[in-house]
């Protein structure tokens, strides 16, 4: 029960909840501490002044608070209102968690020095969890449903952890209670009860429980029948599915749902019960696996100080044998070993810590489920219950792959040679006990000029093991068999002399005394067209003797990455101003024609592929990123997307990103994509979390929105049904980019490439 503590406290004042309220986002808050973070706003910068005036001062307006609020990270719901010029600061403090509280207004001067009367204030909460800013109505506080349930859970916690019941029948000092007689309503120590309450006669049907049961069975009261908000007097009878809240029949008369699904409130209680506990098995599953995992660890921890102790005497005893050449080499060969011996073991002790951390917390959750399961209130069940669904699925995917396997293993990669001569002890060191890692290629510095290819490459990070050469390898431009290209040290190497409009596969590997490595992932690199060329800057060093060979093609070059490829995303092709004028003419209007589809093995776990990868969804409510798997860093490109399903009005985002742009958040939060996110009204324009250019005009099922690419003049434009939407969004592009999306659940499309420039670009290119 001890993890769950963290579940019933506050997060504003750190104390166990107190006559708790539920937040529209499914967070909690004592109701004085929502009273004392409530921040004070001017009436005539109220959303409903702002619909009224119809005022646009910036790209978003109050009419979005919410959703402004769920996209920017660093939205505290305090700095919106610091600069209204009716608003006076006022200091906070900050609560034991960090949360900033606004302390009560100071007293009004005096009538004399008295200022002329404020405007009319409205009262906005920001919630201190998710950050979500919150417009509070007339009825204020009073507005938020309080949270029953929760105050029993901590009302049944609480007296779990309370100090031990005394016997109520000792005259001196009271013993320790035994039983509780439920029907005389009395607690007894042992002596007591074998002397006041005897098991014969007619005490013999009394029943008799333990102290604690029979202090809870005092203060349960029948179940308390939950009533409406908005109207004191009537019970909630129905459930509305929409709203996901219940409701009384007063509600359904006034209209308010009429138009909503609504469903017997029993009927729903149960239902989600049975979904919370579904979802708990699944929960349960991994939290037995940790379980197994952190047992798995600690055995580890025995196995790699066994195998350092054999090790260490091993590796003594062959220095004895040696002990006038090899005393002072024989101490820092010790003192190697007891470095990678430390280092295995910090390893697996911190992602013992880390684990346990993460277990403990998964089983507060699940004790915390299991005691909301058990409350008989659904009104008060069906208000938490789609957020602690969500939160048990959200707690499940972090116990994901790769998080219960060792970061460690308990061998040790070394072993002592001891055959050299004496006079060659001063050059004793450990050999190698395995071949080396596969290489990496650096696809940023990999790239092709006319029917040249550059490729590049560097060890894993994190490889000790000693590499002497590279082998590179290529195919024969027809999916023929590969053949070696370049033998030595170097980590860098251009191949000429290649085929002009062909696709060549490439891969590296490494090799030592020990042996040859696994080769690399394969990179299929994608020759120029034999046309006019142009001279190029290149954005690394290379030798002179090759300079000669640096010519490029002015059509567009594509990088395709085999779908298993894990490498960086960037690699890019800089031409001097002189150069790019001299060919602006050709160059304008010549794109080269794609066709390509989703790639799987870069999408998020969440992304649903049908329609040979060309049709995407989400299993998530939260935004997910897939890329195409072809990147284009040169030409003019253009593609299209038609939105299959489009329910509950969410934000999809369209637009192009770098291969490692973040995949479990909107497209655009990070400085790695340049996003369009749209819904059924209107659109804005997002790059690195900054929003730009509201844009009237929104999307529906069977719309079609058009991404436009054009890496000539670095430019990128959107459109939605084949007219352009808002101004050119990005401008100054360079590198390599992918095509990209994201979306959750309630959003589905599908990609349509292959396709020529639209009619509004092309008028504009011909006018220029």
């Known amino acids: 029960m001890e993890e769950m503590e963290e579940e019933l406290k506050c997060p504003v004042c750190g104390s166990f909840y107190r006559e708790p309220i539920i937040l529209p986002c499914s967070h909690n808050l004592c109701q004085a501490c929502a009273r004392n973070i409530l921040v004070q706003t001017p009436d005539s910068e109220s959303p409903q002044s702002r619909r009224a005036s119809g005022s646009a001062v910036s790209d978003y307006d109050y009419l979005d608070l919410d959703k402004m609020s769920l996209y920017s990270e660093a939205d505290s719901g305090y700095g919106s209102y610091g600069g209204f010029a009716s608003a006076p600061t006022t200091p906070c403090q900050k609560s034991p968690n960090g ?21 009319p204030r409205n009262a906005c909460l920001t919630c201190p969890q998710c950050h979500r800013s919150l417009v509070l109505d007339e009825r204020g506080l009073r507005g938020f449903p309080r949270n029953r349930l929760l105050e029993g859970v901590i009302d049944r ?14 005259e001196k000092a009271p013993k320790e209670a035994a039983v509780m007689c439920e029907q005389c ?15 014969r006669g007619p005490l013999a049907k009394h029943r008799l429980v333990p102290p604690a049961q029979g202090r809870v069975g005092r203060r349960l009261s029948p179940r308390k029948i939950s009533t409406c908000t908005d109207h004191e007097l009537e019970n909630h009878s129905m459930y509305c599915v929409q709203c996901k809240s219940p409701v009384c029949y007063q509600c359904l008369e006034e209209g308010k749902h009429s138009s909503h699904e609504v469903k017997a409130l029993g009927a729903m209680w149960k239902l989600h019960k049975s979904q919370l506990s579904q979802a708990l098995n699944g929960l349960s599953d991994r939290a037995k696996e940790a ?5 798995q660890l600690r055995n580890m921890v025995q196995q790699i100080q066994e195998n350092s102790v054999e090790f260490e005497a091993c590796l003594v005893a062959q220095c004895d044998a040696l002990i006038d050449a090899l005393n002072r080499r024989k101490a820092q060969l010790l003192s ?10 910090k390893v697996v002790r911190d992602q013992i810590s880390h684990c346990t951390v993460k277990l403990r917390q998964t089983t507060g959750l699940m004790e915390y489920c299991l005691e909301v399961i058990k409350e008989n209130d659904p009104s008060g069940f069906l208000q938490i219950s789609d957020a602690l669904i969500r939160r048990v699925h959200l707690t499940e995917d972090q116990w994901g792959k790769g998080t219960l396997t060792p970061r460690m293993t308990t061998d040790f990669d070394l072993n002592l040679d001891n055959g050299p001569l004496l006079q060659s002890i001063h050059q004793l060191d450990f050999v190698q006990m395995k071949v080396p890692a596969p290489p990496i290629l650096q696809l940023e510095e990999c790239c092709t000029h006319n029917n040249s290819a550059t490729l590049s490459w560097k060890q894993p990070p994190l490889s000790t093991v000693q590499v002497e050469g590279y082998i590179l390898e290529l195919d024969d431009g027809n999916g023929g068999q590969f053949r070696e290209v370049y033998v030595g040290k170097e980590t860098m190497c251009t191949v000429d002399g290649l085929h002009f409009n062909s696709t060549y596969s490439a891969r590296v590997k490494a090799f030592n005394k020990t042996g040859v490595s696994p080769y690399s992932k394969t990179l299929v690199l994608q020759t120029s067209e034999e046309t006019q060329s142009e001279e190029q800057t290149l954005p690394f060093p290379v030798p002179l003797e090759r300079l000669q060979l640096r010519r490029m093609s002015p059509f567009s070059s ?19 101003a002189h150069q790019l004028s001299l060919h602006s003419s050709l160059q304008s209007l010549n794109s080269a024609v794609a066709w390509f589809s989703f790639d799987p093995a870069s999408a998020h776990a969440d992304i649903i592929f049908s329609n040979d990868n060309l049709t995407v969804t989400c299993n998530s409510y939260d935004d997910r990123v897939v890329l195409g798997k072809t990147g284009f860093s040169k030409g003019l490109h253009y593609w299209e997307l038609s939105i299959d399903r489009y329910d509950n009005h969410p934000d999809p985002a369209f637009g192009v990103a770098r291969i490692d742009v973040l995949k479990d958040a909107m497209l655009g939060k990070d400085d790695k994509a340049w996003a369009m996110y749209v819904d059924n009204n209107r659109s804005w324009f997002m790059h690195n979390n ?40 990005f401008e100054n592009l360079e590198g390599l980019f992918f095509p990209a999306v994201s979306l959750n659940r309630n959003v589905q499309v599908t990609l349509h490439t292959g396709l020529p420039v639209p009619e509004f670009y092309a008028s504009r290119s011909a006018m220029q």
Do not use: M, W
């Open 157 to 170: 916690y609480q007296q779990g952890r309370a100090a031990a019941l005394r016997c109520q029948l000792c």
């Open 336 to 345: 190697r070993v007891n470095k990678e011996h430390e280092h295995k073991l």
């Open 690 to 729: 900054s929003h730009t250019n509201r844009t009237e005009g929104g999307i529906t099922k069977g719309a079609t929105v058009g991404v436009l690419l054009d890496l000539t003049r670095r430019t990128l434009t959107f459109s939605i049904n084949e007219d352009q939407q808002g101004p050119v969004a």
């Open 291 to 295: 379980k197994e995992f952190l047992v």
């Open 99 to 119: 949360v900033r509280v606004f302390p009560p207004a100071a007293p009004p001067p005096p009538a004399a020095l008295a200022p002329p009367p404020p405007p």
């Open 558 to 576: 594509t990088l395709n990455l085999q779908p298993s490829f894990p490498g960086r995303s960037y690699f890019e092709l800089r031409s001097s």
């Open 185 to 199: 309503d009395v607690f007894y120590c042992e002596p007591c009860r074998l002397r006041c309450h005897p098991p």
